[in-house]
Nanobody, 128 residues
Framework: EVQLVESGGGSVQAGGSLRLSCEVSGYTYSHYCMGWFRQAPGKKREGVAA???????RYTDSVKGRFTISKDNVKNTLYLQMNGLKPEDTAMYYC??????????????????????WGQGTQVTVSS
């Protein structure tokens, strides 16, 4: 059974940092696209960052230079380091697994429709 479990969310002041983690199980970890998404109240779920099988990455424009996605294939864990947090980053953050198979840069997507499995989410709140 595929499972994704997020942790690391919390409340911080603007300018602060958080590191989200997503422990994954139930499949060969490195052979899929993986992504972080977020959803604020009343808004659509949006892609934040994605990482491919060889470590290639893709970010939405609003987080470039502030967020870093990474993974540890030994620990089967996906990370999202978030620096310089802003109030507009406040949302529920979800990790997700993409289609089966090797994931090159060309296949990286920030569209939620390209991901099959989701975690339960972890809340991030940034105060001004």
């Amino acid at each position: 059974e595929v499972q994704l479990v997020e942790s690391g969310g919390g409340s911080v002041q603007a300018g602060g940092s958080l590191r989200l983690s997503c422990e994954v199980s139930g499949y060969t970890y490195s052979h899929y696209c993986m992504g972080w998404f977020r959803q604020a109240p009343g808004k659509k779920r949006e892609g934040v960052a994605a990482i491919g099988s060889e470590g290639s990455t893709r970010y939405t424009d609003s987080v470039k230079g502030r967020f870093t996605i990474s993974k540890d294939n030994v620990k089967n864990t996906l990370y999202l380091q978030m620096n310089g947090l802003k109030p507009e980053d406040t949302a529920m953050y979800y990790c997700a697994r993409g289609p089966a198979g090797w994931c090159p840069f060309s296949a990286l997507s920030l569209s939620k429709d390209e991901y099959n499995y989701w975690g339960q989410g972890t809340q991030v709140t940034v105060s001004s």
